[in-house]
């Protein structure tokens, strides 16, 4: 169940693996396709539809995967099928809950006026909407609201990104890339306000006004907000799957009920020791995610999954970060910087173990540490920070 | 197109790098990545990754594979096959061998899977 890219992944993996039964695609919106372009060069116009399909069109023939165009209603895993719309019951004796996840709705008075970006007509819609001279007002500086904000200056808008925390993104990329990256919007031309707002309200020429907490108002012809995804786990519950913000798997993808996996943006990880992870919301964990599943629905084992990884492209700069850099929990910084400008920074476990790195427009840094965190290894603390050191020089 | 293009000699291209070949110097319309792996061979394929604008001869290459710098899509240097998301095209290869001590570049010519250039 899904267009998205766990979804085909699974699909990919099952025929990859000698599956060779009956394969169902249930993708709503047709043939599935990739969704970090709708906020990069799908919304930009660079890339168009067919440039972002997951397949080519003659893939699914080929490996004798039928894509039904259709949204599940119900889940009825007792029956082993899945029901549809119109009534009808598809037959599975495994099924793949892979219905990623809807964007957070702005829960304010009037929040309903704001867009969100999720699918590719929402892009679309964006399309129409960031043009010239319009006032964009964007909440949230997480990496589809930055991504958006990017977009939106480069057509020309008058853009206003909108979050309370100053600078966002410091669990993932760590506080001295965070502080570079978030000055990236003054440096383009877009005013970022450490707010939040309270209320949205329609003047009567089409506009909006955004109310803030700290007393201010911003006019506003448009308004886009991306501050988080809701799991689409509700036919889960419904079928007496447990969830807790997600549907709950263990790392092969099972859930709760025997005949039921999940995966991708929709699933949220229990560890062996019952400990509930945090979602996580990025494509390289569909894609693996969705891997694990199918292996697992073979009654194969599924393979290792390494450090969680993700990349965001804004501004002209691509930064990409693998691990945590969260260094609440303990673990010290080291720094990579030219001029005093940081390029990459480093968590390090007090035992010398890599726990993360993040970097901008350094993506072979990332490449090593992935491996160095992989194989375990302890890096020079030295080497990661000289920027002279390539890459390759990281691992032994 | 079946003229061979001097690349330079093997030690030119340091074991885990590759160089790119411009069009106005192969005559062929892609830029194009002469890969040297670690293990010493050589291998060439379009350097345009077949997902976005990136540079594969920038990417990661261990083994007989080179993984893109911008989304970590992996290729196999020697059939071009693409082994994971997001790219979903195979990359185009060509034939290189070393000849007389020289690296030499076929433009357009694929390369054989069965055999590398070393
Ligand atoms: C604009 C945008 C930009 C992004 N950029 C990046 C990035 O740069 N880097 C990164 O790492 N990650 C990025 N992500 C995150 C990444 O795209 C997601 O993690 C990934 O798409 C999750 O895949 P999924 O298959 O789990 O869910 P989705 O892609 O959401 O797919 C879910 C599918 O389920 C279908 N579905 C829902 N309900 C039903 C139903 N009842 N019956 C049948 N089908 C149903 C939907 O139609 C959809 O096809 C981005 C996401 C977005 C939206």
């Known amino acids: ?396 | 197109m079946s003229e061979g293009i001097d690349v330079g000699s093997p030690d030119e291209i340091e074991a885990g790098t590759a160089r790119v070949v411009e069009p106005e110097d192969s005559g062929f319309v892609d830029p194009i990545a002469v890969f040297h792996t670690e293990s010493g061979c050589f291998f060439a394929l379009n350097d345009t990754c077949t997902h976005e604008e990136a540079s594969l001869a920038e990417g990661w290459i261990e083994g007989d594979t080179v993984e893109c710098p911008l989304h970590s899509s992996s290729f196999n240097l020697r059939t071009g096959k693409v082994l994971c998301l997001p790219a979903t095209e195979d990359a185009r290869t060509h034939k290189v061998a070393v000849e007389d001590g020289r690296v030499v570049l076929y433009p357009g010519v694929a390369a054989d899977p069965a055999r590398a250039a070393d």
Do not use: C
């Open chain 1, 1 to 396: 169940m899904g267009g998205g890219v766990a979804a085909f992944s699974a699909a990919s993996e099952l025929r990859a693996r000698g599956y060779d039964g009956a394969l169902t695609l249930l993708s709503p919106e047709g043939a599935p396709y990739d969704r970090p372009p709708l906020s990069k060069g799908y919304l930009l116009g660079t890339e168009d539809a067919a440039k972002i399909a997951l397949a080519a069109e003659g893939w699914y023939a080929e490996h004798e995967v039928e894509v039904v165009a259709e949204r599940a209603v119900a889940l009825r895993p007792a029956e082993a099928a899945v029901e549809l719309g119109d009534g009808t019951l598809l037959r599975a004796d495994r099924v793949l809950l892979a219905t990623g996840a809807r964007p957070r709705p702005l829960a304010i008075p009037g929040g309903e006026a704001a867009y969100t970006l999720r699918d590719r007509a929402d892009a679309d819609a964006l399309r129409g909407i960031l043009v010239p001279e319009a006032r964009v007002v964007v909440v949230g500086a997480g990496l589809i609201g930055t991504e958006v904000a990017s977009a939106a200056v480069s057509f020309g808008a008058q853009v206003t990104l909108v979050d309370p925390v100053d600078p966002p993104l410091v669990p993932a990329v760590g506080e001295a890339l965070a502080r570079r990256l978030h000055a990236m919007h003054a440096e383009h031309g877009v005013r970022s306000i450490a707010s939040v707002p309270l209320g949205i309200s329609a003047s009567g020429d089409g506009s909006h006004v955004v109310r803030l907490a700290d007393g201010s108002a911003l006019e506003a012809d448009a308004i886009v907000a991306g501050i988080g995804i809701v799991p689409a786990s509700r036919l889960a519950a419904e079928a007496g799957i447990e969830v807790d913000d997600g549907v709950l798997v263990d790392a092969s993808g099972a859930t709760t009920n025997p005949a039921v996996f999940a995966a991708g943006d929709v699933s949220r990880l229990r560890k062996p020791d019952g400990i509930l992870a945090r979602r996580a919301e990025h494509w390289e964990a569909a894609v693996r995610s969705g891997q694990a599943a199918a292996a697992s629905m073979l009654g194969q084992a599924p393979p290792e999954t390494g450090a969680p990884w993700f990349w965001s492209d804004r501004y002209g700069v691509h930064v990409e970060a693998v691990g945590t850099l969260d260094g609440r929990a303990g673990g010290s910084t080291v720094l990579r910087e030219v001029d005093g400008v940081p390029q990459a920074a480093f968590l390090l476990a007090d035992d010398g173990h890599l726990l993360g790195a993040a970097a901008v427009d350094l993506p072979l840094l990332i490449r090593a540490a992935r491996r160095i965190m992989d194989r375990g290894l302890t890096p020079d603390r030295a080497a990661l920070a000289d920027p002279a050191v390539p890459a390759r020089r990281l691992l032994p």
